[in-house]
């Protein structure tokens, strides 16, 4: 039998809130295992498996081009499973698309690695980056100011999680280091955050006490509102939606702020934090999503930053501010203006000396609008 090439794609897979059933089942394992490389090139030479006692397998199914392994925890719905192969990227990812649609469970992270003495690491850093394929590692994020696509070439995808509510990556890029991506779209990068974060923190006075920032899961903003004000005994809450946002960070990225007395997380809608804190901030930032949600007669959109908004100026100290990251600075015509219509919307609700400042944030391909006002 020909041997083939070392290289090829490795994919570790973590299955989180899996059935108990399901994953104890040997039979389970071996027919999912073996219709995994079904219509590919993948050949399988020999499996086998074990059942432990009380609960727990264990099993691999060798193959011509490498292997599929799988170790199970039923008692905590845990599954780790292994696909390594040096087939085409297009029929490994088909395996590893039949585990994930084959196994019940409520959340999975994938890391995925090109193996091979074609990419050559030295440290966790990739060199001779110019003989890597980055052609076949590439994400096309949307420009929403021209309506194109802006590829991005990636070294390593070092994580996917797809939640109930959305997909969580984590890649490592060529040019801007390491990015968070969600739903496809980029919300920081490692290289070029400190623009983004600088700005959203401009009001910010040494006098300032108490933060409240919209978002943010990914810490970055909260960081800096603590470093750029290191005397003061500051309090900043931060409230995410995604709790998988927050661990994500901070297992892949070293982010580090949510374990700081200054800072704590909270995991819920903003909107009801505001519904239901009794609490009165110096300033509050909206960190919220970085895409045009809706189209020009998204109603849905506005009334949320209008009761966004007027929630924040109750719950803003006199003399207090409010920033705000409202999209892209301009956008083609399918996308909404957010950010002229967030605009209206602080005058209605009643915010003084609203501003605007604009900022090219290069991993993102465009300038950035952001909006400030005083109560």
Known sequence: MYNSKPDGFHFLLEFFGCDIKQINDMDFWRTELHAAIEGTSMESLHDFFFKFEPHGITGYLLLSSSHISIHTWPENGYVVCDVFTCSTEVETEKAVQHLKDQITHDRVEVKKIQRGFKVSRKGGVVQDVAQCTLDRHCVKLPVYSTGKKMPLDVLQLIVEIETAVQKISIVDTLEFGKCLIINGILHTAEKDHYLYDRELIKQLRSSDKDILILGGGDG??????????????????????????????????GQGVFQRNEARIHIGDALHFLKMTRKKYDGIIFDLTKEPIGRAEDEQFIQFYKDLCALAHTHTKDQGWIAIQAGTSSVVKKYMDTATVITSILHDTRWKKIDRSDVMIPSHGENYAFLFAKK
């Open 220 to 253: 970055y903003v909260a960081r800096r509102v603590i470093s750029e004000n290191p005397n003061a005994q500051i309090n900043v809450d931060v409230v995410d939606m995604d709790v998988e946002v927050v661990k994500a960070c901070e297992r892949y990225l």
